[in-house]
């Protein structure tokens, strides 16, 4: 990609000003010989300047680390010349994600730029659900006549996050606890549940010291114990759930996003989550709680090819996925699936899922259009594949992408905003 | 809010400075009142013509396009009635091409069609250049004239060719003025010093030499630009 070509625009200045001096000759006009002449400083011109190999940096910014669907997203670009030349001639443009629209302002940029100067511009994006990579910048630096062009692309991993708003989704307890957020197993916890005497290996914090200075007899107080969730978010990656509306974004970017905020209202409450992806059998993290499991969540789902814009290139059947799934499980876990329900496949994980032992809550984004007949029929399909889910008992989220998550979780029946 | 599209055309201070620097170049090499009211009025046809164009790209279309094309037709009419008033042969001679270039360059550039012509660049220039030729030719102005004449088509063409490549990179909504300011003020700068040059070798009494020396004089040139050209 770096380098310089010959743009060979001089070239028939110089022909017409040799044609011209031949004209004079003819002519016997030495007036018109000399017409040459300027063509000539401009042939040697175009020969003496030229454009060398350019080094420029390049830094965007943005205002902020995370945004909503539809907000407006001003891109500071600056760019910056660390090579000891001048660049005369310098036309940049940036590298706009593919799937942002910019409605404000130019991606590109032309200047002069002295060694060390910077140079920087703004322009707006529209936002859109999930991670996107900026792509390399394209610079294009000519030399003051033009006669050389040399191109190249400067590159700044540079991410815009775009997530839903927070919204939390209850997961489902497993039928081995009964109540979803306090257990029956006694020992270590906040609500109190009954008094008994001290055994040895009791913790000191546990005994009654109270009642020990009233009666000198030692008790342990025992709570009930909180029981830690384990949810394991499965976004459907599979090949049918590429999908996207026409100028919005795709079905995963949207299930990645919502992994996030979904994991971020649980992990706070203690309980433990996992991520992994159908289609993509190497994309598995393991569940585990706190801030840091936080970030490995969210370090997980932008570096997985899994949650990338490529489809896998090829994959067992859902069954088989499921079952593979299902050997990393936990045993209590109960299951997100995060899946466009594109295809059959989706309700047959989800009801696979079910039937070995995992609780499963559908949250699926809806990328069905109805502008023609056959995006009508497959939007059918989907309304189908929901209704069917609810039949067997499976919860299922529908969001149309265009409302906030927690008015779709609000919506379903079966399904609490906690 | 809507996208913004990228509008490619070609860029508006090198696209001015090309089609000023052009008419400036017919109108120094043929100095006659024809040439002069002819210039005045296909520049402000081409003008209107550039202000259509503008309501256009502002969706105002139908406005914009009828702004557009009676500019166009008030330019495309200067060229005849201006050979018409030319009082001399040769000026006429002179003056279809040079018109017409002016025309073809000011409708390259135009921010109404496509990204520009780079073609329709050269051939205006071309044929701005055939007019200067010809007016020295015929004698319709001094020699310094011609020079400044053939320095102004080329600063025409570099400013209308940086204008239609620009535009097809960067388009009309990135600021791109400082740097085709400082490449069209550069190809001035170097005409500038070409027609210096020639004027030293006008003074050192050139004109007076046998043709056959001439002719060394121009094998020499042409060895000099093969030379540069490596």
Sequence with gaps: ?418 | MTPARASLRPTRVSGVVAVAAGALAVLVAIDRPAAVAGLAVLLVGCSVAAVGAGLVGRSRRSSGRVVEWVGLVVAVVAVPVAVVASTTPGGSIALVPGLVGCLLLAVALLPAYGSGSRRLVRLGSGLAFAAVLLAALFHLSPPTRALVGVVLVVVAWDAGDHAVDLGAQLGTRARTWPSELVHVGATGLVGFVGVAGAELGRGLSVASLPLTAFVLVLLAVIALTLALHG
Aim: with cysteine.
């Design chain 1, 1 to 418: 990609m770096d380098s310089t070509v010959a743009t060979n625009r001089w070239r028939g200045v110089v022909a017409l000003a040799l044609a011209a001096g031949a004209l004079g000759v003819l002519a016997r006009r030495p007036s018109l010989l000399l017409v040459a002449v300027p063509g000539l400083v401009f042939a040697a011109y175009a020969r003496t300047t030229a454009v060398g190999p350019v080094d420029l940096e390049l830094t965007r910014r943005m205002g902020g680390a995370t945004w909503r669907p539809g907000d407006e997203v001003e891109v500071e670009v600056t760019v910056r010349n660390a090579g000891s030349a001048r660049l005369w001639d310098l036309r940049v443009v940036d590298g706009v994600p593919p799937a942002l629209a910019v409605v404000d302002g130019s991606p590109r940029h032309g200047g002069v730029l002295g060694p060390g100067e910077a140079t920087s511009f703004t322009y707006t994006v529209d936002a859109r659900l999930g991670r996107h990579r900026f792509e390399p910048m394209t610079a294009v630096v000519r030399d003051l006549s033009g006669a050389t062009e040399y191109t190249t692309t400067v590159a700044d991993e540079t991410e815009l996050v775009c997530r839903p708003a927070a919204a939390a989704l209850a997961p489902r307890a497993t039928n081995r606890d009964a109540g979803p957020f306090t257990g029956r197993r006694r020992g270590m916890g906040v609500e109190f549940s009954h008094v008994r005497d001290y055994r040895h290996g009791d913790a000191a914090r546990r005994i009654d010291w109270n009642r020990y200075a009233r009666d000198r007899v030692l008790t342990t107080v025992s709570y009930r114990q909180q029981r830690a969730l384990t949810v394991v978010a499965v976004v459907d990656a599979r090949r049918p759930s590429y999908r996207g509306l026409e100028d919005g974004p795709d079905a995963i970017a949207a299930g990645v996003t919502t992994v996030e905020v979904l994991a971020n209202g649980l992990v706070d409450g203690r309980n433990r989550v996992g991520v992994a992806a159908l289609g993509w059998p190497d994309a598995w993290l393991p569940p585990a709680t706190g801030r840091d499991h936080l970030a490995a969540i969210r370090g997980f789902l932008a570096g997985q090819r899994a949650f990338g814009v490529t489809p896998p290139d090829d994959e067992p059947s859902v069954g088989v996925q499921v079952d593979r799934l299902a050997v990393r499980l936990p045993t209590d876990a109960t299951c997100w699936l995060l899946s466009p329900l594109c295809d059959d496949g989706a309700v047959e994980a989800a009801r696979r899922l079910e039937a070995i032992g995992h609780p499963v809550t559908v949250v699926a984004p809806d990328v069905t259009a109805r502008d023609t007949p056959g995006r009508r029929l497959a939007a059918i399909e989907r309304e189908l594949r929901v209704a069917g889910l609810r039949r067997s008992g499976i919860p299922v989220v529908e969001w149309s992408l265009a409302e906030p998550l927690a008015a779709a979780v609000a919506r379903q029946g079966e399904v609490r905003l906690a």
